[in-house]
């Protein structure tokens, strides 16, 4: 089939087709496990029941009408591309935002292409001695990512299907409370939703790192943690009590220099990690947390919210 008509038959432009025809190449895909082991691979990545009916539903099968021609090309050219960059941590669609509302083949590809490869990530993770919790517990970020955009009725998913390339790639590590990213020049930080960001779950967290970089990866020598945040942004402290965890977390950081945003906008960012909506008029947002209110009255007065770096040696 040629390019331009996968691209049409998908809903596409034909440069994300392009783009990811010539980062696959010819290399190899991956397979998906076996439909009767799906079941409980599912359950040990957090996928919440409703998903993981919506995905068996949709499950691959050689047979299955509801695969046409151009989405198994696109299954198998995006997870080809991914595992091409194994061990990569740069940040990497899966591939083309997709109609997902044609149904859970549509809905749900690059969940399969994530499952086709675990297997692949979990040898990356054996080789570098990576204990298997370990791998496990950064794995079920997909449920916790799928639950996430329920909750958002599918707004988050561009988001979430370019972040989801980390995991499976061997670029980022859950070590409890946060996740850490191999990144360019220092381990980044990332804060899932899970609970309540206490200085002592953070402290126990940056041990871990502390420990585990230089132990499965001696040949990459980073000196500092950075993040990268809506979290960051100090005029949250004029809302927030300063004994606030976020506040708290702040201040371990030392802010780089604020910089006109380039691709991030930190007002959506901000709706998306407080309300789980991007949409949603500022009149019909719920005012239930000192946050929430705080988001909603700066952005009526006219203000924005900042994303900032920052960073603290390791
Ligand atoms: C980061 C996070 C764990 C902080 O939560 P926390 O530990 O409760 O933070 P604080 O103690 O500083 O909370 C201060 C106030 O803000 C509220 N709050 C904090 N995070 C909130 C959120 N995401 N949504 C709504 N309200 C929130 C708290 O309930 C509290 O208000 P209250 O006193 O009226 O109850 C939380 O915001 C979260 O889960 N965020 C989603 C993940 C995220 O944003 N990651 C970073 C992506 S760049």
């Known amino acids: 089939m040629k390019l331009d008509d996968i691209a049409s038959r998908l809903g596409v432009p034909l440069e994300d087709v392009e783009r ?18 799906a079941p409980a691979i599912l359950d040990r990545l957090a996928v919440r029941p409703d998903d993981a009916a919506e995905i068996m539903e949709g499950w691959p099968d050689p047979d299955s009408p509801l695969w046409t021609p151009e989405l198994r090309w696109l299954l198998d050219r995006a997870t080809a591309m ?71 009725e599918r707004e988050g998913w561009p988001v979430i299907q370019s972040w989801l390339t980390l995991h499976v790639r061997g670029g980022l590590y859950e070590l409890g409370r946060l996740q850490f990213h191999r990144g360019d020049t220092a381990v980044q930080l ?6 309540p960001l ?12 502390r420990a585990f ?5 001696p040949d990459e020598h980073r000196t500092a943690f950075s993040c990268g945040s809506w979290l960051l942004d100090p005029q949250l402290s004029e809302y927030l009590p300063a004994d606030s965890n976020i506040v708290r977390f702040q201040r371990r950081f030392e802010l780089e220099p604020y910089e006109e945003p380039k691709g991030i906008d930190a007002d959506v960012e901000v709706l998306r990690f407080v309300f789980r909506t991007l949409t ?21 007065a006219g203000r ?11």
């Open 20 to 37: 990811v025809h010539r980062l696959a190449g010819d290399l190899p895909s991956a397979p998906l496990p076996a439909k009767t082991d």
């Open 82 to 152: 991914v595992r091409a960059d194994l061990g990569g941590y740069g940040w990497l669609p899966f591939g083309p935002s997709l109609p997902r509302d044609r149904g859970p083949a549509w809905r749900h590809l690059y969940v399969y292409a994530y499952l086709a490869l675990i297997d692949v990530v979990l040898g990356y993770h054996r080789d570098h001695g990576v204990p298997e919790d370990v791998s496990w517990t950064t794995l079920a970020d997909l449920g916790r990512n799928l639950a996430v955009d329920r909750r958002m």
């Open 190 to 195: 990332h804060i899932p939703e899970s609970g």
């Open 198 to 209: 206490t200085p002592e779950a953070i402290d126990a967290s940056l041990d871990r790192a």
């Open 213 to 217: 970089f230089p132990r499965h990866f």
């Open 280 to 300: 949603t008029p500022l009149d019909q947002l719920p005012r239930r947390t000192a946050l929430q209110r705080a988001v909603i009255d700066h952005l009526k």
């Open 304 to 314: 924005h919210w900042q994303w900032r770096d920052g960073r603290f040696p390791i």
